[in-house]
Nanobody, 115 residues
Framework: QVQLVESGGGLVQPGGSLRLSCEAS????????MNWYRQAPGNHRELVST???????NYAASVKGRFTIPRDNANNILYLQMNNLKPADTAVYYC?????????WGQGTQVTVSS
């Protein structure tokens, strides 16, 4: 059974850092392209970052240079390391991927950047 569970969100001040986790079960993250998306109230879902199976990465222009998308292959976890956070980064963050031909995503984790 494929499952994605995000965690690590919270309230952080501008300039701070958070590391989001996406714990995967039922498949190997190393074998699939995985994404982090975010959605703020009233906004469309935005692709934040992608990590492919051969470790190519892509980042939205708004987060490039501040976010990275490391992967722990041994523990089957995808991360989103977020540094120098800004109020515009406030959103619910989701990890997702096409697993065995079908889309899967988790329940999301809330990130709030505010002083």
């Amino acid at each position: 059974q494929v499952q994605l569970v995000e965690s690590g969100g919270g309230l952080v001040q501008p300039g701070g850092s958070l590391r989001l986790s996406c714990e995967a079960s039922g498949f190997r993250v190393i074998a699939n392209a995985m994404n982090w998306y975010r959605q703020a109230p009233g906004n469309h879902r935005e692709l934040v970052s992608t990590l492919t199976s051969n470790e190519n990465t892509n980042y939205a222009a708004s987060v490039k240079g501040r976010f990275t998308i490391p992967r722990d292959n041994a523990n089957n976890i995808l991360y989103l390391q977020m540094n120098n956070l800004k109020p515009a980064d406030t959103a619910v963050y989701y990890c997702d991927g096409i697993i065995y031909g079908s889309p899967y995503w988790g329940q999301g984790t809330q990130v709030t950047v505010s002083s």
